[in-house]
């Protein structure tokens, strides 16, 4: 058994280029930077970024070139995918892609939740394991005043 997955979740280093093909597809390319961060054996924190080509086809490449800006949060999931061609000095050139089979708008800067397409539906369900971001008490949450009993809680 094979597997080619990947899934990414980072923020737009450039705002996405939308081309046609012959067949007139749409075709969407932009770059993804992801962070990690670490401490080192001397518990130094360090941090570093890998920077992700992304390709999208089809109505979803029209979406992401619609709504995604340079600096946006996305959740890309697709397949990994290197090419080659020959360049102009005659020399053999490559590069690594992820072709995304799912494309996952973050939250906008207004606070707005994002948006999913996919090839499937139009909405995405959530990814296992993906992190949200932690909800702040201007958000609106009324909060109950009485105290909770533990006993009270069936399990």
């Known amino acids: 058994m094979y597997l080619n997955k990947a899934l990414i979740i980072g923020n737009l280093t450039r705002d996405p280029e939308i081309k046609a093909l012959p067949s007139g597809m749409q075709v969407t390319s932009f770059s993804v930077a992801t962070n990690r961060v670490w401490k080192d054996k001397s518990g130094a924190r360090q941090e570093s970024s890998d920077y992700h080509n992304i390709v ?9 070139a619609q709504y995604l800006k340079k600096g946006a949060s996305v959740l890309i999931e697709g397949r990994i995918q290197t090419r080659s061609w020959d360049g102009q000095d005659g020399k053999k050139q490559y590069r690594t892609e992820i072709v995304a089979d799912n494309v996952q ?5 207004g606070g707005m939740s994002g948006g999913a397409v996919s090839e499937a539906s ?12 932690p909800m702040q008490e201007d958000e609106g949450i009324a909060y109950p005043d009485e105290e909770i009993n533990p006993e009270d809680i069936p399990f």
Not at 105 to 109: N, V
Request: no cysteine; charged share 20%; net charge positive.
């Open 56 to 64: 999208v086809f089809g109505r979803q490449a029209e979406t992401s």
């Open 105 to 109: 708008f973050g939250p906008r800067a």
């Open 122 to 133: 139009a909405s995405a369900s959530a990814v296992p394991g993906a992190r949200k971001a």
